[in-house]
């Protein structure tokens, strides 16, 4: 009698503790628990990237500070394409788990390991192929050359661990389950400075054990991630029969990864061409931006935790028919990074001098004085950069991948105007205002997008 009740009970009563229904309760209240855990893993991934940035600057000098902040923008145009494939191919399970429908969920899973593997072969043969190019592209100064290739030729060998683990972070937030990545963010973080300070101190591997450490730290973590999924996540196994899909479906798939993808890409191959400036200003340049740029990203922070929370928010959202609760949770979402852009800007101007001397390890006033002068011209304008990131991630999870992507277009282009032609005449300031100013433009660009589709922001019974 007890078996047959439990058959006949509906799917979302046998779904794991561990994930989260995003359809039901307070938008506000589930975004803040399912974007607190991604919040505290993008500051421990910003704290371990420090961590590299302080150790490299003091065990081994401003040079190899130089080395891998010549690399800083390809690394993070890596690590983002690889994010934004995953993610996207994950918005097909969220909103199956949002629909409720368990076949297609797995049929999902399925494909998006498939694709991911593609993906992965694909990008470690073409960047380990044409990284010296890139690195010359880069205008990467002769005295930094051969320390940036020996770093980045690790880090390009390690895009499959790289891949494994975001997808494995993806699959499990597509279910609403934000806690056990940071688990494994946590672990990562701490193997990563232990092995930073092994590396590059007493081991003597320079530059490139840096990398080693970044990659090993990301290897064990998938290892322990793909043993987390494999026995406690049914919802997320898959067999033979779910590859039985069709060509519409993988197309689909892969055209909203590729879109995710592309826009990450997009906004990174931006970041490239004016980190090729940069680096044309030389070294002393290149180590502010190091530590300017680690400490706004440490600031920028919600953006990440915050638009992945919103497109996970809006998929399941949208798959459940629930359209006008999508909205209901961007509010809340730009509520939530406003709290911190306070908080942001008083550290900036009271506190932030002296984070830069210790993240970079520097004594040259000219790298601290052009570091903080970034950070007082980034931080005042993160509100339109906040409500651009947590929109266009809304809107992907509502299947409007154009619009978005157009967006992501328009910041690379102002940057690539910035690079080429304002950097060379008026310095490391016009690198400082370029993204505040491609921002305010994107902004206004999302919110006309918004505006077009606002009856998708409805239910559609209501319609």
């Known amino acids: 009698m007890n078996a047959a009740l439990d058959i006949d009970k509906p799917e979302k009563t046998k779904r794991s503790k561990r994930t989260t229904d995003m359809t039901t309760g307070s938008p506000a209240k589930l975004l803040f628990y399912f974007a607190m855990p991604l919040f505290i893993g993008n500051i421990l991934q910003q704290f371990y990237n420090l961590a590299d940035t302080s150790l490299a600057g003091h065990l081994l000098g401003d040079t190899a500070l130089a080395q891998i902040g010549a690399t800083a923008a390809l690394y993070s145009l890596i690590t983002n394409v690889a994010f934004g494939l995953n993610n996207g191919f994950a918005l097909f399970v969220s909103r199956n788990f949002g629909a409720d429908n368990k076949i297609e969920m797995k049929r999902s899973v399925c494909w998006a390991v498939l694709l991911s593997v593609i993906s992965t072969i694909l990008l470690t043969t073409s960047f380990l192929v044409f990284r010296r190019p890139l690195l010359t592209l880069l205008q990467v100064p002769a005295d930094t050359m051969d320390g940036a290739l020996s770093y980045l030729t690790v880090i390009l060998a390690g895009i499959p661990l790289t891949m494994a683990y975001n997808l494995e972070s993806s699959l499990l937030r597509s279910i609403g389950n934000s806690v056990t990545p940071l688990?494994?963010?946590?672990?990562?973080?701490?193997?990563?400075?232990?092995?930073?300070?092994?590396?590059?101190?007493?081991?003597?591997?320079?530059?490139?054990?840096?990398?080693?450490?970044?990659?090993?730290?990301?290897?064990?973590?998938?290892?322990?991630?793909?043993?987390?999924?494999?026995?406690?996540?049914?919802?997320?196994?898959?067999?033979?029969?779910?590859?039985?899909?069709?060509?519409?479906?993988?197309?689909?798939?892969?055209?909203?990864?590729?879109?995710?993808?592309?826009m990450s890409a997009i906004y990174n191959i931006g970041s490239v061409i004016l980190q090729g400036s940069i680096n044309a200003l030389g070294n002393?340049?290149?180590?502010?931006?190091?530590?300017?740029?680690?400490?706004?990203?440490?600031?920028?922070?919600?953006?990440?935790?915050?638009?992945?929370?919103?497109?996970?928010?809006?998929?399941?959202?949208?798959?459940?028919?629930?359209?006008?609760?999508?909205?209901?949770?961007?509010?809340?979402?730009?509520?939530?990074?406003?709290?911190?852009?306070?908080?942001?800007?008083?550290?900036?101007?009271?506190?932030?001098?002296?984070?830069?001397?210790?993240i970079t390890g520097s004594s040259d006033n000219t790298v601290i004085s052009n570091g903080?002068?970034?950070?007082?011209?980034?931080?005042?304008?993160?509100?339109?950069?906040?409500?651009?990131?947590?929109?266009?991630?809304?809107?992907?999870?509502?299947?409007?991948?154009?619009?978005?992507?157009?967006?992501?277009?328009?910041?690379?282009?102002?940057?690539?105007?910035?690079?080429?032609?304002?950097?060379?005449?008026?310095?490391?300031?016009?690198?400082c205002v370029c993204e505040p100013v491609t921002w305010v433009v994107c902004f206004l660009f999302i919110m006309g997008a918004t505006l077009i589709f606002r009856a998708d922001f409805r239910d559609p019974d209501k319609l």
């Open 284 to 358: 002393v340049y290149i180590a502010a931006q190091v530590g300017g740029r680690r400490l706004a990203e440490f600031f920028y922070t919600p953006g990440i935790a915050l638009g992945t929370s919103a497109a996970t928010f809006a998929s399941q959202n949208y798959g459940a028919h629930k359209n006008s609760r999508i909205k209901k949770g961007i509010f809340a979402a730009i509520t939530m990074y406003g709290v911190w852009w306070v908080l942001a800007m008083i550290c900036t101007f009271t506190i932030a001098r002296s984070i830069l001397v210790l």
């Open 372 to 431: 903080l002068m970034y950070l007082k011209i980034s931080i005042p304008m993160i509100p339109p950069m906040a409500v651009l990131v947590i929109v266009r991630n809304a809107l992907q999870g509502m299947c409007h991948s154009v619009a978005p992507l157009l967006c992501s277009a328009l910041e690379m282009i102002g940057k690539i105007i910035f690079a080429v032609f304002l950097v060379p005449v008026y310095g490391y300031v016009a690198v």
């Open 183 to 262: 688990i494994f963010l946590v672990f990562s973080s701490v193997l990563n400075v232990i092995l930073d300070y092994l590396f590059m101190g007493p081991f003597s591997m320079g530059v490139r054990g840096a990398a080693i450490a970044t990659v090993t730290s990301q290897g064990i973590s998938a290892i322990l991630g793909l043993f987390c999924i494999l026995r406690g996540y049914p919802e997320l196994r898959f067999g033979k029969q779910d590859m039985k899909v069709s060509i519409h479906f993988v197309f689909e798939m892969f055209w909203t990864g590729l879109s995710m993808a592309l």
